[in-house]
């Protein structure tokens, strides 16, 4: 099964991420950019034309902090909100196997085009395990040097200069972790029917199905989801 029209309901949907999900993801994205927006034009005076559209430096600097208590809020909302889920996408993150390391092999031959096979996986896949890992570590770097920046007397000079520099990285590394999974979820085409997922918490049952078949089918057993290769669905019963 590859495609959605070996499927008799080809839009049928099934929910893979939890409401507070939907909303976490994306405050965490427009936190982001605005965080990296209002910053530019206090890193270079190349930007400084944007001082005017924020309303000045003071401004901008205020919209700066905003958007960085509002970068921080994901965290609590999946806490309290989706605690089950949290916990699940974390247990995800520190579990390795076989199948994981598989996975890249074919993830490469799909990322250009060739021929690949799928391998099965369970609630992320290998890339998105590295990528969430990847987003975590630029989260964690941002945000703890930017408490040195923001409360430098509480600090010692040296830890808040490296501050600086720091938090330039943890940007830096954000953007382009951000571009690739930007790319990956929306762009590439074996991707793109799963990006409804941050939309709307739902994504199209045949392709999840077919990228996250041990869960899938796990949630099948349990009467949660639809099973596809059922005879009297596939006579349209």
Same mark, same amino acid.
């Given at each position: 099964?590859?495609?959605?029209?070996?499927?008799? !309901?080809?839009?049928?949907?099934?929910?893979?991420?939890?409401?507070?999900?939907?909303?976490?993801?994306?405050?965490?994205?427009?936190?982001?950019?605005?965080?990296?927006?209002?910053?530019?034009?206090?890193?270079?005076?190349?930007?400084?034309?944007?001082?005017?559209?924020?309303?000045?430096? =003071?401004? =901008? %600097?205020?919209?700066?902090?905003?958007?960085?208590? =509002?970068?921080?809020?994901?965290?609590?909302?999946?806490? *309290?909100?989706?605690?089950?889920?949290?916990?699940?996408?974390? !247990?995800?993150?520190?579990?390795?196997? !076989? %199948?994981?390391?598989?996975?890249?092999?074919?993830?490469?031959?799909?990322?250009?085009?060739?021929?690949?096979?799928?391998?099965?996986?369970?609630?992320?896949?290998?890339?998105?395990?590295?990528?969430?890992?990847?987003?975590?570590?630029? =989260?964690?770097?941002? *945000?703890?040097?930017?408490?040195?920046?923001?409360?430098?007397?509480?600090?010692?000079?040296?830890?808040?200069?490296?501050?600086?520099?720091?938090?330039?990285?943890?940007?830096?590394?954000?953007?382009?972790?951000?571009?690739?999974?930007?790319?990956?979820?929306?762009?590439?085409?074996?991707?793109?029917?799963?990006?409804?997922?941050?939309?709307?918490?739902?994504?199209?049952?045949?392709?999840? %199905?077919?990228?996250?078949?041990?869960?899938?089918?796990?949630?099948?057993?349990?009467?949660?989801?639809?099973?596809?290769?059922?005879?009297?669905?596939?006579?349209?019963?």
């Amino acid at each position: 099964m590859s495609n959605n029209q070996k499927h008799p !309901k080809a839009n049928e949907q099934i929910r893979r991420f939890p409401k507070a999900f939907v909303w976490a993801h994306a405050i965490n994205g427009i936190a982001f950019f605005a965080l990296y927006i209002t910053a530019l034009p206090m890193y270079t005076e190349f930007f400084d034309w944007l001082y005017p559209v924020f309303g000045g430096p =003071a401004m =901008a %600097r205020l919209l700066h902090r905003i958007f960085a208590v =509002a970068f921080i809020t994901p965290t609590f909302i999946l806490l *309290i909100f989706s605690p089950k889920f949290l916990f699940l996408w974390m !247990k995800e993150l520190v579990t390795w196997k !076989k %199948r994981d390391l598989e996975f890249f092999g074919n993830f490469v031959k799909e990322l250009f085009g060739f021929k690949f096979g799928h391998i099965r996986q369970t609630f992320f896949n290998a890339g998105e395990k590295i990528n969430s890992i990847l987003q975590i570590f630029c =989260a964690i770097l941002v *945000i703890a040097s930017g408490f040195t920046m923001w409360f430098p007397e509480y600090f010692p000079r040296a830890l808040v200069q490296w501050g600086y520099v720091l938090h330039n990285i943890g940007f830096g590394l954000g953007i382009a972790v951000i571009v690739g999974h930007i790319y990956l979820s929306v762009v590439h085409k074996h991707s793109r029917p799963g990006y409804s997922g941050v939309v709307t918490g739902k994504v199209p049952a045949w392709w999840a %199905r077919v990228h996250y078949e041990d869960w899938y089918d796990e949630e099948v057993k349990k009467g949660n989801f639809p099973n596809l290769d059922d005879p009297k669905r596939k006579r349209g019963a």
